[in-house]
């Protein structure tokens, strides 16, 4: 079974920037990456696809977050810039099979445990 560990939340002033990463153990998948706020479902972020990197951005967050893989480390990071106060919560990333729209977290598996971002002043 795939095992996914998120690094790299923290806190951070609104406008800042964070780099989130994603280690997998296996790497033959897309990944996708999502967020749940307090009191809110797990939403979806980005994802990038496994065999020719794909990417697809939630309306939101296009232009100001970009996620990229480095397969040679099994590694997929997402770039986070002009953070925002709604841009608060954690961050989970998971395999789903493809990369073709917005990610749902139906179609994604093997969760990590979640690193915590907060924007705040």
């Known amino acids: 079974q795939v095992q996914l560990v998120e690094s790299g939340g923290g806190l951070v002033q609104p406008g800042g920037s964070l780099r989130l990463s994603c280690a997998a153990s296996g790497f033959a998948f897309s990944i996708g990456w999502f967020r749940q706020a307090p009191g809110k479902e797990r939403e979806g972020v980005s994802c990038?696809?496994?065999?020719?990197?794909?990417?697809r951005y939630l309306d939101s967050v296009e232009g100001r977050f970009t996620i990229s893989r480095d397969n040679a480390k099994n590694t997929v990071y997402l770039q986070m810039h002009s953070l925002k106060s709604e841009n608060t919560g954690v961050y989970y990333c998971?395999?789903?099979?493809?990369?073709?729209?917005?990610?749902?977290?139906?179609?994604?598996?093997?969760w990590g445990q979640g690193t915590q971002v907060t924007v705040s002043s």
């Open positions: 990038i696809g496994s065999t020719y990197g794909r990417t």
């Open positions: 998971a395999t789903g099979r493809d990369c073709t729209s917005v990610p749902h977290s139906t179609s994604y598996h093997n």
